[in-house]
T-cell receptor, first 114, second 116 residues
Framework: DQQVKQNSPSLSVQEGRISILNCDYT??????FLWYKKYPAEGPTFLIS?????DKNEDGRFTVFLNKSAKHLSLHIVPSQPGDSAVYFC?????????????FGQGTILTVHP | EAGVAQSPRYKIIEKRQSVAFWCNPI?????LYWYQQILGQGPKLLIQ????????DSQLPKDRFSAERLKGVDSTLKIQPAKLEDSAVYLC??????????????FGSGTRLTVV
């Protein structure tokens, strides 16, 4: 069974600096890893993803790195802005399980201070 | 395009009462999901529909939870009777694709349930 873990419950960063959010997983059978961002009282919104065959994907200020040998994923936000303050979830879509099921980590609360 | 609509936004009930949540997915999206997010945890899949058929309900506590998706569009999730541990945000999501894609799927704003 796929497990996704975010071991840091929270992260505090100064505006303009880099934010690095981390995620570990147990099962290598997946198609994509995704990052979702969630503001209070709203549903999660898709941020960026990476295919299992890649090791990096970049979209503007957001870059996701995949280290398959370490079964580790990270999201880099550069430069961080106060509007980035939210809960960030990593999730994956596994192969071989029910169609398109997302397995989420516990989330990391990012706070970006002005 | 309009997003995934959910109602109500908030609900407070006493334990052992029943409650129902409603979801209207994005038009044309065949796949619909219900997730439960307990405070401090990530969302967990409860049930997945493909059109009006159930694809995966392995994590649904069937002794108290039920869900249906009539005509393959709107869906309702019911809890009867509710327990204190059911306090959570219930998220509905929909997807055009049958299998997972790089863009995941679109979530609604959720219904926050408090059981007292």
């Amino acid at each position: 069974d796929q497990q996704v873990k975010q071991n840091s419950p929270s992260l505090s960063v100064q505006e303009g600096r880099i934010s690095i959010l981390n995620c570990d997983y147990t099962n290598s059978m997946f198609d994509y890893f995704l990052w979702y961002k969630k503001y209070p009282a709203e549903g999660p919104t898709f941020l960026i993803s990476i295919s299992s065959i890649k090791d990096k994907n970049e979209d503007g200020r957001f870059t996701v790195f995949l280290n398959k040998s370490a079964k580790h994923l990270s999201l880099h936000i550069v430069p961080s802005q106060p509007g980035d303050s939210a809960v960030y979830f990593c999730a994956n879509i596994s192969r071989g399980t029910s169609y398109g099921k997302l397995t989420f980590g516990q989330g990391t609360i990012l706070t970006v201070h002005p | 395009e309009a997003g995934v609509a959910q109602s109500p936004r908030y609900k407070i009930i006493e334990k052992r009462q029943s409650v129902a949540f409603w979801c209207n997915p994005i038009s044309g999206h065949a796949t619909l999901y219900w997730y439960q997010q307990i405070l401090g945890q990530g969302p967990k899949l409860l049930i997945q529909f493909q059109n009006n058929g159930v694809v995966d309900d392995s994590q649904l506590p069937k002794d108290r939870f039920s869900a249906e998706r009539l005509k393959g569009v709107d869906s309702t999730l019911k809890i009867q009777p509710a327990k204190l541990e059911d306090s959570a945000v219930y998220l509905c999501a929909s997807s055009l694709a049958v299998f997972g894609t790089a863009n995941g799927y679109t979530f609604g704003s959720g219904t926050r349930l408090t059981v007292v």
